[in-house]
């Protein structure tokens, strides 16, 4: 599975790489450190996943969501956020995200997630 990380927290993407490849099944094929960046590496890479993060610079992660689930609607996207309340989870489902997780969620729940719908 082809999967494309977008979060301007470096640290964050370095600990989300390291478990997605610890498995054979995962190839992380590139990073974005704000929207803009994940929706034009996602139209050229077509990723099987893009991992979200909610607040992102440019363009928020909401938006940066709708934009390529309108493009690209079999693409799986997945928010994520340090804000865990209903509200986001709204939202994200509301922009055409496949999932919403907190950054906290346990690494077998993301991997799960992720793997949802194979």
Do not use: W
């Amino acid at each position: 599975m082809r999967v494309l990380i977008a979060d301007d927290d470096q640290g964050y993407r370095n600990y989300v790489r390291k478990i997605l490849e610890v498995g054979a099944d995962m190839n992380v094929i590139a990073e974005a450190i704000d929207g803009e960046e994940a929706v034009s590496l996602s139209r050229r890479l077509k990723p099987d996943v893009v991992l979200m993060d909610l607040d992102l610079p440019r363009l928020d992660g909401l938006q940066a969501t709708r934009r390529l689930k309108s493009e690209i609607p079999t693409m799986k996207v997945i928010i994520l956020s340090t804000v865990e309340d209903e509200t986001c989870r709204k939202a994200a489902v509301k922009y055409g995200a496949d999932a919403f997780l907190p950054k906290s969620a346990d690494i077998h729940q993301l991997l799960s997630v992720i793997r949802k719908g194979q």
